[in-house]
């Protein structure tokens, strides 16, 4: 069974510029989501997609958005890039087991696609 | 809100001895999901062990096992035997019924397992 695939693995970007992310989930799992990961904020909830909607979404600006496709492909954009954008954004999908209305089902991260704007 | 607490930023330990790693959680949820996860230095979170607030028993899977003091709101990983390829960071992370998906993560430990 194939895994979370994430592309691209690493980037690099100049401030303002824009960048898309793409993330494969796990083949059957219908939710996907978005993590950025840096050394001073730590891990850091993006948002989350489940059947192309949006399900849940962080504190982050309108900057950072998403969509998800039929296939339960997902992908974020950044627009207009800033130098505190460098992060490694991890993607997770699950098949989303729900018990009394808790997930209680594992996400299975990608390795993520490390972003450095310079 | 949900709110993790990792306290040691990093720790040593003997190859073939057992850690243990410290989680505290906050959360007005009766309802909630407790994990832990490796990040080698590949940058790849791999699940290791999960355990429901409702659970009674602790869960366990292979090597790794979760000691949970639901009244102390604590959930600490307990890694048996360790190995030299158990070096990595270790996040522990909950979820809660309003939350859905969403994971809040505590802010890591580094284990360093020396030979």
């Known amino acids: 069974k194939a895994g979370v695939t994430q592309t691209p693995r690493y980037l690099i970007k100049t401030r303002g510029q824009q960048v898309t992310l793409s993330c494969s989930p796990i083949s059957g799992h219908r939710s996907v989501s978005w993590y950025q990961q840096t050394p001073g904020q730590g891990l850091q909830f993006l948002f989350e997609?489940?059947?192309?909607?949006?399900?849940n979404k962080g504190n982050f600006p309108g900057r950072f958005s998403g969509r998800q496709f039929s296939n339960s492909r997902s992908e974020m954009n950044v627009s207009t890039l800033e130098l505190g954008d460098s992060a490694l954004y991890l993607c997770?999908?699950?098949?989303?087991?729900?018990?009394?209305?808790?997930?209680?089902?594992?996400?299975?991260f990608g390795e993520g696609s490390r972003l450095t704007v310079l | 809100a949900q709110k993790i607490t990792q306290t040691q930023p990093g720790m040593f330990v003997q190859e073939k001895e057992a850690v243990t790693l410290d989680c505290t959680y906050d959360?007005?949820?009766?309802?909630?999901?407790l994990f832990w996860y490796k990040q080698p230095s590949s940058g790849e979170m791999i699940f290791l062990i999960y355990?429901?607030?409702?659970?009674?028993q602790n869960a366990t899977e292979g090597r790794y096992s979760l000691n949970f003091q639901k009244a102390r709101k604590s959930a600490n990983l307990v890694i048996s035997a360790s190995q030299l390829g158990d070096s990595a960071m270790y996040f522990c992370?909950?979820?809660?019924?309003?939350?859905?998906?969403?994971?809040?993560f505590g802010g890591g430990t580094r284990v360093l397992v020396k030979p």
């Open positions: 992370a909950m979820t809660a019924k309003a939350a859905g998906n969403k994971l809040t």
């Open positions: 997770a999908s699950s098949s989303y087991v729900a018990s009394g209305g808790l997930n209680t089902g594992e996400l299975f």
């Open positions: 959360t007005s949820d009766q309802s909630y999901g």
């Open positions: 997609y489940f059947s192309e909607t949006q399900r």
């Open positions: 355990q429901g607030s409702y659970d009674e």
